[in-house]
């Protein structure tokens, strides 16, 4: 067993921090690029560039390059974790939904990660586990009720809320596909195939739907670099990480700390507000995070 240096032990401890962090910025810069670049076309964009800096990562390191079938998994697990859970993201904020109240949404991952790891990769789901997951969802609905709007989209409506929900399912499912069928890849040379899945789960719908809008401005290319470096490098690596070190659950359980965080970046940026209910909607979610987290603690 190779014995881990005390800086590597240091990055491990500091992992779900970081990733908190980064994943939060991620409704920040769908808010961000939102006015300047159609939301589908925006990720056609960002990730195939996502992807040759992986390949370009995975040639300089001499990584080893997936078979064809461990290809075909890291490519439909990248279309569930990147493509089917960002495109809607980015689609509902593009039509109002505000960046923290989405990444309240995509909070209920965690119940459908459960269920499908219960299922797939047969990780246990005690009693503490759905009563968290349950006031979370509480949380959740507690944010979206009072400014849940008629109509089919701007703002809070049932579509852009509904397909927020698609978004967290997919990432729920792509997590623990992941999980199941390659979690043992190498992270650049296994990135640049998940970034093939993401790319086509986008491009596709981009071309059918939309204008192919990029305007080219300083906050459309800003958001870009930065999706591209922090979230599509830096924080989808650490999830890579996260998800080979624990358990599908206990990952995805760090999903709850990021609304609070989007909510304030949000805030501060774009002058987003929050009624008194969807603060204390917040409060319940972080108390959902509590729950599920020390049901892990014990379980250690």
């Not at 990730?47 to 490519?75: D, E, S, Y």
């Not at 199941?180 to 071309?207: D, K």
């Not at 922090?230 to 359980?253: E, F, H, K």
Request: glycine fraction near 10%.
């Amino acid at each position: 067993m190779t014995q881990q240096t005390p800086a590597t032990r240091a990055l491990i401890a500091a992992a779900p921090v970081l990733f908190v962090l980064m994943w939060a910025t991620g409704f920040v810069v769908a808010r961000l690029s939102a006015p300047h670049a159609d939301p589908l076309t925006f990720l056609s964009i960002r990730f195939p560039i996502a992807g040759v800096i992986f390949a370009a990562i995975a040639v300089a390191l001499h990584a080893p390059w997936p078979g064809a079938r461990q290809a075909f998994h890291a490519t439909v697990a990248g279309a569930f974790l990147h493509g089917g859970y960002l495109g809607p993201v980015y689609w509902a904020v593009a039509h109002g939904m505000p960046a923290g109240v989405s990444a309240l949404i995509v909070g209920l991952q965690p119940l459908m990660t459960a269920i499908l790891a219960a299922w797939m990769v047969k990780e246990k789901i005690a009693l503490r586990h759905w009563l968290g997951l349950g006031v979370g969802i509480l949380g959740v609905a507690l944010v979206v009720s009072p400014k849940l709007q008629a109509g089919f989209s701007g703002g809070i409506t049932p579509v852009t809320t509904a397909v927020n929900v698609f978004g967290a399912l997919s990432i729920s499912f792509g997590t623990v596909y992941q999980k199941r069928f390659a979690t043992a890849l190498n992270l650049a040379s296994g990135g640049a195939w998940q970034y093939v899945g993401a790319t086509l789960a986008v491009a596709v719908p981009a071309v059918l739907m939309e204008e192919m809008r990029f305007d080219g401005s300083f906050d459309a290319w800003f958001a870009l670099g930065w999706s591209v470096v922090v979230l599509s490098l830096g924080a989808i690596t650490l999830l890579m990480l996260l998800i080979r070190l624990g358990d599908v659950g206990r990952v995805a359980s760090l999903i709850f700390l990021v609304p609070g965080v989007s909510a304030l970046m949000a805030y501060f940026l774009f002058g987003e507000t929050l009624t008194p209910v969807q603060i204390l909607g917040m409060a319940v979610c972080a108390g959902a995070v509590l729950i599920v987290t020390r049901k892990w603690v014990r379980a250690a």
